[in-house]
C-alpha cells in the first residue's frame, strides 16, 4: 500500500491497521489493476474521466482497520449505476478549478490510465462527501427525467439539525467515518485537447471571447431561472433573500454589462 500524505512508500497491512487511530492517517492506496503507459500529467485546467464505487467498512474502522473482505462492506455510492444508487455516467474532474473534494484530486494524480486502485481515506477529508455524492445523483435523477428536475438548495444549519435526502448519506453527515474508494481512471486530457466549458472559464477568458451575444442570451436564461426559483422560495426567508440579493442582482448585472457590450460591438 502507498501512503499519499507523506510521500509515498510501502506500508503493510499490519502497520496499516496499527496506524488508523493517529492523526496522520489520511490516505492509503492499493493497486488493484495496473495501468497502462506513465502517469499522465495532472496541470490546472487537466481533465480526468473515471467512475468511482464508495464502500462503507461495516466495522468499526478505528478499532479493528480496514477489513480486506469485500464482505465487510457496503456499497453505498457507484458511478456506474444512475439514480437512486450514483451518478450513472463517469465523473468528468477538472483539476484548479475547486472541486469540493480535493482528497479526489490526491488520489488521481497518482494513477495511470486504465489503472484501477482503491484508496482507504480518513474521515476528516470526506465532510463534503455527502454533499458532492447527493448532487450527482441529483443529477442523474433530472437527467432520468428531464420534463420534472428537482429544485436542490441548501440550509446553513448545524451539522445536527442538517438532513440529506438520501438515508446512507444523512448517517455519514451524522457521524463522519473513514471511506473506501475504487477508482478507475478511463481519459485524461490536457486543456489543449478538448473544448472548456464555460463554467471553466475565467471572467477575462469569457470577457476576451467576445462572444456577447450568446453571452447575453445565457444570462438572460439565467435570470429566467432565478426569478422561478424565486417563486418556490418564501419571501424573506435564507434562501429567497439570498437568490434576491445576491445571485438576482449578480446575474442582473452581469446580463446588463454584456448586453451593452453587445450594442458598442454591433454599432
Given at each position: 500500500?502507498v501512503r499519499l500524505?507523506?510521500?509515498v512508500?510501502?506500508?503493510?497491512?499490519y502497520?496499516?491497521s496499527?496506524?488508523?487511530s493517529?492523526e496522520?492517517?489520511?490516505?492509503?492506496?492499493?493497486?488493484l489493476?495496473?495501468g497502462?503507459?506513465k502517469?499522465p500529467?495532472?496541470?490546472v485546467?487537466?481533465?480526468?474521466?473515471?467512475?468511482?464505487?464508495?464502500l462503507k467498512?461495516?466495522v468499526?474502522v478505528d478499532e479493528e482497520?480496514?477489513?480486506?473482505s469485500?464482505?465487510?462492506?457496503k456499497s453505498?455510492d457507484?458511478t456506474?449505476?444512475p439514480?437512486p444508487?450514483?451518478?450513472?455516467?463517469?465523473l468528468?474532474?477538472?483539476?484548479?478549478k475547486?472541486f469540493q473534494?480535493?482528497?479526489?484530486e490526491?488520489?488521481?494524480?497518482?494513477?495511470?490510465?486504465?489503472?484501477?486502485?482503491?484508496?482507504?481515506?480518513?474521515?476528516?477529508?470526506?465532510?463534503?462527501?455527502p454533499?458532492?455524492?447527493q448532487k450527482?445523483?441529483d443529477i442523474?435523477?433530472?437527467?432520468?427525467?428531464?420534463?420534472?428536475?428537482?429544485h436542490h438548495?441548501?440550509r446553513c444549519?448545524s451539522?445536527k439539525?442538517f438532513?440529506m435526502?438520501?438515508e446512507?448519506?444523512?448517517e455519514?453527515i451524522k457521524n463522519p467515518?473513514?471511506?473506501r474508494?475504487i477508482f478507475?481512471?478511463l481519459?485524461v486530457?490536457q486543456?489543449?485537447?478538448?473544448e472548456?466549458?464555460?463554467?471553466?472559464?475565467?471572467?477575462?477568458?469569457?470577457?476576451?471571447?467576445?462572444?456577447y451575444?450568446?453571452?447575453?442570451?445565457?444570462y438572460?436564461?439565467?435570470?429566467?431561472r432565478v426569478d422561478?426559483?424565486?417563486l418556490?422560495?418564501?419571501p424573506g426567508d435564507?434562501e429567497?433573500?439570498?437568490?434576491d440579493?445576491?445571485?438576482?442582482?449578480h446575474?442582473?448585472?452581469?446580463?446588463?454589462?454584456f448586453?451593452?457590450?453587445?450594442r458598442?460591438?454591433?454599432?
Amino acid at each position: 500500500m502507498v501512503r499519499l500524505e507523506v510521500g509515498v512508500h510501502r506500508c503493510d497491512p499490519y502497520k496499516l491497521s496499527q496506524m488508523l487511530s493517529s492523526e496522520q492517517f489520511k490516505t492509503f492506496k492499493k493497486v488493484l489493476s495496473a495501468g497502462r503507459g506513465k502517469i499522465p500529467e495532472f496541470r490546472v485546467g487537466t481533465k480526468a474521466i473515471f467512475h468511482y464505487e464508495t464502500l462503507k467498512p461495516l466495522v468499526n474502522v478505528d478499532e479493528e482497520g480496514f477489513p480486506d473482505s469485500r464482505d465487510s462492506y457496503k456499497s453505498i455510492d457507484n458511478t456506474r449505476k444512475p439514480y437512486p444508487d450514483g451518478y450513472g455516467k463517469p465523473l468528468e474532474l477538472v483539476f484548479g478549478k475547486k472541486f469540493q473534494l480535493p482528497v479526489f484530486e490526491r488520489c488521481l494524480k497518482t494513477m495511470m490510465i486504465d489503472e484501477i486502485s482503491q484508496f482507504d481515506i480518513a474521515a476528516s477529508e470526506l465532510y463534503t462527501y455527502p454533499s458532492v455524492s447527493q448532487k450527482l445523483r441529483d443529477i442523474s435523477k433530472d437527467d432520468m427525467h428531464p420534463d420534472n428536475q428537482s429544485h436542490h438548495h441548501s440550509r446553513c444549519v448545524s451539522a445536527k439539525n442538517f438532513k440529506m435526502e438520501y438515508e446512507v448519506l444523512d448517517e455519514l453527515i451524522k457521524n463522519p467515518q473513514p471511506l473506501r474508494f475504487i477508482f478507475h481512471l478511463l481519459v485524461v486530457l490536457q486543456p489543449e485537447d478538448y473544448e472548456p466549458d464555460s463554467w471553466q472559464l475565467e471572467p477575462d477568458e469569457k470577457l476576451a471571447s467576445g462572444d456577447y451575444m450568446n453571452a447575453s442570451l445565457k444570462y438572460r436564461e439565467a435570470l429566467n431561472r432565478v426569478d422561478t426559483l424565486l417563486l418556490r422560495e418564501k419571501p424573506g426567508d435564507p434562501e429567497w433573500i439570498d437568490l434576491d440579493k445576491q445571485v438576482f442582482f449578480h446575474t442582473y448585472y452581469k446580463f446588463s454589462t454584456f448586453h451593452f457590450e453587445k450594442r458598442k460591438y454591433f454599432n
